[in-house]
Protein backbone atom coordinates (compact mmCIF):
# COMPACT_ATOMS: atom_id res chain seq x y z
CA UNK A 1 0.00 0.00 0.00
CA UNK A 2 1.19 3.50 -0.76
CA UNK A 3 2.17 5.79 2.19
CA UNK A 4 0.47 8.96 2.11
CA UNK A 5 2.10 12.61 3.57
CA UNK A 6 -0.40 14.93 3.79
CA UNK A 7 -0.58 18.89 4.61
CA UNK A 8 -1.95 19.30 7.99
CA UNK A 9 -1.67 23.76 7.90
CA UNK A 10 -0.48 26.13 5.11
CA UNK A 11 2.28 27.26 7.82
CA UNK A 12 3.98 24.13 8.37
CA UNK A 13 6.78 23.34 5.84
CA UNK A 14 7.33 20.33 3.67
CA UNK A 15 10.04 19.16 5.45
CA UNK A 16 8.24 18.95 8.69
CA UNK A 17 5.68 15.88 7.24
CA UNK A 18 6.11 12.78 8.10
CA UNK A 19 4.46 9.36 5.89
CA UNK A 20 1.49 7.34 8.14
CA UNK A 21 3.45 4.74 8.62
CA UNK A 22 4.10 2.81 11.52
CA UNK A 23 5.01 -1.23 12.10
CA UNK A 24 4.08 -4.42 13.58
CA UNK A 25 5.99 -7.48 14.04
CA UNK A 26 4.25 -10.81 12.43
CA UNK A 27 4.52 -14.20 13.51
CA UNK A 28 7.77 -14.35 12.52
CA UNK A 29 9.31 -11.64 14.59
CA UNK A 30 9.92 -9.36 11.48
CA UNK A 31 8.56 -5.80 11.16
CA UNK A 32 5.53 -5.92 8.93
CA UNK A 33 5.17 -1.77 8.05
CA UNK A 34 1.11 -0.74 8.43
CA UNK A 35 -0.04 2.40 6.96
CA UNK A 36 -3.10 4.70 6.05
CA UNK A 37 -3.30 4.86 2.32
CA UNK A 38 -3.89 8.00 0.44
CA UNK A 39 -7.51 6.75 -0.47
CA UNK A 40 -7.87 6.65 3.81
CA UNK A 41 -6.17 10.42 3.97
CA UNK A 42 -8.32 11.81 1.42
CA UNK A 43 -11.69 10.56 3.02
CA UNK A 44 -10.84 11.43 6.68
CA UNK A 45 -10.36 14.82 4.69
CA UNK A 46 -13.63 14.47 3.60
CA UNK A 47 -15.29 13.00 6.67
CA UNK A 48 -13.66 16.11 8.96
CA UNK A 49 -14.95 18.58 6.34
CA UNK A 50 -18.55 16.80 6.39
CA UNK A 51 -17.98 16.38 10.61
CA UNK A 52 -19.56 20.06 11.89
CA UNK A 53 -23.01 19.55 9.24
CA UNK A 54 -23.66 16.29 11.21
CA UNK A 55 -22.57 16.44 14.71
CA UNK A 56 -25.29 17.38 16.58
CA UNK A 57 -25.06 19.69 19.42
CA UNK A 58 -26.73 17.67 22.56
CA UNK A 59 -24.98 19.39 25.65
CA UNK A 60 -28.10 21.75 26.02
CA UNK A 61 -29.76 18.12 27.10
CA UNK A 62 -27.81 18.16 30.70
CA UNK A 63 -29.82 21.46 31.35
CA UNK A 64 -33.45 20.29 30.72
CA UNK A 65 -35.36 19.15 33.68
CA UNK A 66 -37.20 16.36 31.88
CA UNK A 67 -39.94 16.68 34.98
CA UNK A 68 -40.81 19.85 34.99
CA UNK A 69 -40.46 20.36 31.21
CA UNK A 70 -42.09 17.06 30.23
CA UNK A 71 -38.61 16.93 27.00
CA UNK A 72 -35.69 14.15 26.87
CA UNK A 73 -32.62 14.80 29.09
CA UNK A 74 -29.62 13.48 29.31
CA UNK A 75 -30.85 10.25 31.22
CA UNK A 76 -33.61 9.35 28.86
CA UNK A 77 -31.59 9.66 25.92
CA UNK A 78 -28.79 7.48 27.01
CA UNK A 79 -31.27 4.81 28.12
CA UNK A 80 -32.83 4.83 25.33
CA UNK A 81 -29.61 4.35 23.17
CA UNK A 82 -28.54 1.63 25.81
CA UNK A 83 -31.75 -0.50 25.05
CA UNK A 84 -31.35 0.43 21.08
CA UNK A 85 -28.21 -1.40 21.70
CA UNK A 86 -29.36 -4.92 23.18
CA UNK A 87 -31.65 -4.65 19.95
CA UNK A 88 -28.91 -4.18 17.87
CA UNK A 89 -27.30 -7.06 19.17
CA UNK A 90 -30.32 -9.35 18.78
CA UNK A 91 -30.82 -8.63 14.92
CA UNK A 92 -26.34 -8.56 14.73
CA UNK A 93 -26.56 -6.20 11.80
CA UNK A 94 -23.75 -3.74 11.22
CA UNK A 95 -21.92 -1.49 13.43
CA UNK A 96 -22.82 1.42 10.69
CA UNK A 97 -26.14 0.55 11.56
CA UNK A 98 -25.97 1.13 15.02
CA UNK A 99 -23.97 4.18 14.40
CA UNK A 100 -26.46 5.88 11.65
CA UNK A 101 -29.16 5.44 14.07
CA UNK A 102 -27.71 7.17 16.91
CA UNK A 103 -27.09 9.77 14.87
CA UNK A 104 -30.18 9.94 13.30
CA UNK A 105 -31.84 10.20 17.06
CA UNK A 106 -29.92 12.62 18.23
CA UNK A 107 -29.79 14.93 15.53
CA UNK A 108 -34.17 14.70 15.74
CA UNK A 109 -33.86 15.56 19.41
CA UNK A 110 -31.45 18.54 19.00
CA UNK A 111 -34.36 19.62 15.89
CA UNK A 112 -37.30 18.67 18.06
CA UNK A 113 -38.75 18.86 21.27
CA UNK A 114 -39.60 14.94 22.04
CA UNK A 115 -41.32 14.30 24.73
CA UNK A 116 -40.12 11.63 27.29
CA UNK A 117 -43.11 9.02 26.41
CA UNK A 118 -41.85 9.16 22.56
CA UNK A 119 -37.87 8.83 22.73
CA UNK A 120 -38.24 4.93 22.91
CA UNK A 121 -39.98 5.05 19.59
CA UNK A 122 -37.91 7.43 18.14
CA UNK A 123 -34.60 5.41 18.96
CA UNK A 124 -36.38 2.43 17.60
CA UNK A 125 -37.51 4.25 14.12
CA UNK A 126 -34.34 5.54 14.05
CA UNK A 127 -32.83 1.69 13.52
CA UNK A 128 -35.34 1.07 11.32
CA UNK A 129 -34.00 4.23 9.23
CA UNK A 130 -30.95 3.04 9.38
CA UNK A 131 -31.42 -0.39 8.32
CA UNK A 132 -33.05 0.45 5.63
CA UNK A 133 -30.08 2.62 4.32
CA UNK A 134 -27.45 0.43 5.16
CA UNK A 135 -28.42 -3.78 4.91
CA UNK A 136 -29.84 -5.38 2.50
CA UNK A 137 -33.53 -5.36 1.90
CA UNK A 138 -34.07 -9.00 2.95
CA UNK A 139 -32.25 -7.96 6.61
CA UNK A 140 -34.52 -5.02 7.22
CA UNK A 141 -36.58 -5.86 10.47
CA UNK A 142 -40.00 -6.33 10.47
CA UNK A 143 -41.92 -3.51 12.09
CA UNK A 144 -44.15 -5.51 14.00
CA UNK A 145 -41.63 -7.63 15.13
CA UNK A 146 -39.39 -4.55 16.16
CA UNK A 147 -41.94 -2.90 18.03
CA UNK A 148 -42.36 -6.27 20.45
CA UNK A 149 -38.76 -6.65 20.56
CA UNK A 150 -37.90 -2.99 21.57
CA UNK A 151 -40.93 -3.01 23.88
CA UNK A 152 -41.45 0.67 22.66
CA UNK A 153 -44.90 1.60 22.98
CA UNK A 154 -47.72 1.47 20.31
CA UNK A 155 -47.97 -0.21 17.37
CA UNK A 156 -46.29 -0.90 13.83
CA UNK A 157 -47.92 1.45 12.85
CA UNK A 158 -47.30 4.36 15.18
CA UNK A 159 -43.30 3.02 14.31
CA UNK A 160 -43.80 3.55 10.61
CA UNK A 161 -45.04 7.24 11.19
CA UNK A 162 -42.14 8.42 13.53
CA UNK A 163 -40.34 6.61 10.62
CA UNK A 164 -42.17 9.44 8.59
CA UNK A 165 -41.73 11.97 10.74
CA UNK A 166 -38.13 11.86 11.25
CA UNK A 167 -37.18 11.85 7.47
CA UNK A 168 -39.50 14.67 7.37
CA UNK A 169 -38.01 16.99 10.08
CA UNK A 170 -34.23 16.07 8.71
CA UNK A 171 -34.91 16.28 4.77
CA UNK A 172 -33.03 19.35 4.86
CA UNK A 173 -30.22 18.41 5.76
CA UNK A 174 -29.10 16.77 2.56
CA UNK A 175 -28.99 12.97 2.23
CA UNK A 176 -29.05 11.01 5.74
CA UNK A 177 -26.34 8.45 4.23
CA UNK A 178 -23.50 11.69 4.46
CA UNK A 179 -23.52 11.44 7.74
CA UNK A 180 -19.82 11.50 9.36
CA UNK A 181 -20.08 9.67 12.39
CA UNK A 182 -16.99 8.20 14.68
CA UNK A 183 -17.61 4.96 13.50
CA UNK A 184 -16.40 6.04 9.65
CA UNK A 185 -13.28 7.75 10.79
CA UNK A 186 -12.59 4.77 13.26
CA UNK A 187 -13.30 2.66 9.81
CA UNK A 188 -10.54 4.59 8.20
CA UNK A 189 -7.89 3.97 10.75
CA UNK A 190 -8.16 0.20 10.39
CA UNK A 191 -5.51 -0.64 8.83
CA UNK A 192 -3.43 0.69 11.37
CA UNK A 193 -4.51 -2.48 13.97
CA UNK A 194 -2.59 -5.65 13.94
CA UNK A 195 -5.74 -8.31 14.25
CA UNK A 196 -8.77 -7.91 12.91
CA UNK A 197 -10.25 -9.17 16.64
CA UNK A 198 -8.20 -6.35 17.81
CA UNK A 199 -10.09 -3.19 15.52
CA UNK A 200 -13.69 -5.74 16.49
CA UNK A 201 -12.69 -4.55 20.03
CA UNK A 202 -12.42 -1.52 19.31
CA UNK A 203 -15.78 -1.54 17.75
CA UNK A 204 -17.46 -2.63 20.69
CA UNK A 205 -16.01 -0.07 23.04
CA UNK A 206 -17.31 2.90 20.64
CA UNK A 207 -20.45 1.54 20.54
CA UNK A 208 -21.06 1.43 24.33
CA UNK A 209 -19.25 5.14 24.15
CA UNK A 210 -22.53 6.11 21.78
CA UNK A 211 -24.67 5.30 24.48
CA UNK A 212 -23.86 8.11 26.77
CA UNK A 213 -24.10 12.00 25.31
CA UNK A 214 -21.52 13.49 27.94
CA UNK A 215 -19.06 11.03 25.46
CA UNK A 216 -20.67 11.41 22.44
CA UNK A 217 -21.34 15.23 22.62
CA UNK A 218 -17.33 15.60 21.38
CA UNK A 219 -15.98 15.49 17.61
CA UNK A 220 -16.61 12.27 16.28
CA UNK A 221 -12.78 12.20 15.16
CA UNK A 222 -11.90 13.20 18.58
CA UNK A 223 -13.53 9.96 20.13
CA UNK A 224 -12.67 7.83 17.18
CA UNK A 225 -8.88 8.80 17.67
CA UNK A 226 -9.15 8.48 21.69
CA UNK A 227 -10.35 4.36 21.21
CA UNK A 228 -7.96 4.00 18.25
CA UNK A 229 -5.12 5.00 20.38
CA UNK A 230 -6.01 2.95 23.41
CA UNK A 231 -6.35 -0.61 21.91
CA UNK A 232 -3.36 0.62 19.21
CA UNK A 233 -1.18 1.09 21.94
CA UNK A 234 -2.43 -2.05 24.35
CA UNK A 235 -1.68 -4.08 21.19
CA UNK A 236 1.93 -2.84 20.37
CA UNK A 237 4.82 -4.12 21.88
CA UNK A 238 7.96 -2.67 23.57
CA UNK A 239 9.58 -2.16 20.18
CA UNK A 240 6.62 -0.55 17.94
CA UNK A 241 5.50 1.80 20.95
CA UNK A 242 7.81 4.92 18.92
CA UNK A 243 6.18 3.70 16.12
CA UNK A 244 2.56 4.31 17.08
CA UNK A 245 3.34 7.18 18.89
CA UNK A 246 4.59 8.76 15.82
CA UNK A 247 1.14 7.92 13.49
CA UNK A 248 -1.23 8.91 16.52
CA UNK A 249 0.85 12.48 16.58
CA UNK A 250 0.36 13.14 12.77
CA UNK A 251 -3.19 11.85 13.51
CA UNK A 252 -3.90 14.79 16.19
CA UNK A 253 -2.38 17.36 14.01
CA UNK A 254 -4.52 16.50 11.02
CA UNK A 255 -7.40 16.44 12.96
CA UNK A 256 -6.23 19.76 14.83
CA UNK A 257 -5.89 17.95 18.24
CA UNK A 258 -4.42 18.08 21.71
CA UNK A 259 -3.22 15.33 23.92
CA UNK A 260 -5.13 16.71 26.49
CA UNK A 261 -8.77 16.68 24.18
CA UNK A 262 -7.86 12.99 24.14
CA UNK A 263 -7.15 12.25 27.92
CA UNK A 264 -10.22 13.89 28.20
CA UNK A 265 -12.03 12.20 25.67
CA UNK A 266 -9.95 8.81 27.31
CA UNK A 267 -11.64 9.75 31.16
CA UNK A 268 -15.49 9.99 29.73
CA UNK A 269 -15.35 6.42 27.76
CA UNK A 270 -13.83 4.66 30.22
CA UNK A 271 -16.61 6.14 33.17
CA UNK A 272 -18.95 5.10 30.55
CA UNK A 273 -17.61 1.44 30.01
CA UNK A 274 -17.24 0.45 33.30
CA UNK A 275 -20.32 1.73 34.40
CA UNK A 276 -22.15 0.02 31.93
CA UNK A 277 -20.10 -2.81 32.76
CA UNK A 278 -21.26 -3.08 36.27
CA UNK A 279 -24.98 -2.17 35.38
CA UNK A 280 -27.47 -4.56 36.58
CA UNK A 281 -29.17 -6.23 33.82
CA UNK A 282 -32.61 -5.95 33.18
CA UNK A 283 -34.95 -9.05 34.17
CA UNK A 284 -35.87 -11.69 32.11
CA UNK A 285 -39.11 -12.06 30.34
CA UNK A 286 -41.49 -14.26 30.95
CA UNK A 287 -41.65 -16.97 27.47
CA UNK A 288 -45.55 -18.18 27.05
CA UNK A 289 -46.20 -20.94 24.68
CA UNK A 290 -49.73 -20.03 23.30
CA UNK A 291 -51.38 -21.54 19.87
CA UNK A 292 -51.23 -20.43 16.66
CA UNK A 293 -54.55 -18.74 16.99
CA UNK A 294 -53.89 -16.75 20.09
CA UNK A 295 -50.48 -15.48 18.79
CA UNK A 296 -52.47 -13.80 15.74
CA UNK A 297 -55.14 -12.77 17.89
CA UNK A 298 -52.19 -11.57 20.18
CA UNK A 299 -50.13 -9.72 17.44
CA UNK A 300 -53.65 -7.79 16.12
CA UNK A 301 -52.81 -3.72 17.16
CA UNK A 302 -55.46 -2.68 20.50
CA UNK A 303 -58.04 -1.25 19.44
CA UNK A 304 -57.11 1.28 22.67
CA UNK A 305 -53.19 1.89 21.47
CA UNK A 306 -53.38 5.41 20.75
CA UNK A 307 -51.32 7.01 17.95
CA UNK A 308 -48.29 9.45 18.59
CA UNK A 309 -49.17 13.52 19.10
CA UNK A 310 -47.61 15.47 16.98
CA UNK A 311 -44.43 16.63 17.78
CA UNK A 312 -43.76 20.11 18.32
CA UNK A 313 -40.98 21.94 17.29
CA UNK A 314 -38.93 25.01 18.33
Not at 89 to 112: G, Q
Request: with cysteine; hydrophobic share 45%.
Amino acid sequence: MPVATVEISSQQSQESQQPFAMVHNDRRGLAEPVSLTDESIARLIELLAREPDYHPKTDFLFRINSASEDKVDARLRDEAIYNLRFLHKFYNLSPECFAHAVNIADRFVVKVKVKPKYMACLATAAYLIAAKMIEDQSDWPVPEKLVCMARCGGSANDLERMEVIIRNKLRDQRCLEEAATPLHFLLELQSLFPSVQAFQRAVGELETSLCSVAVYEHRPCVLALAIARKHLLAAAGPANRNAVDEVLSQLCDLFQLSSDSLSEVDAAISGIVSRLQTRTPAPRLLVWAVSRRTLVSLMRPSAQASLLDPIRED
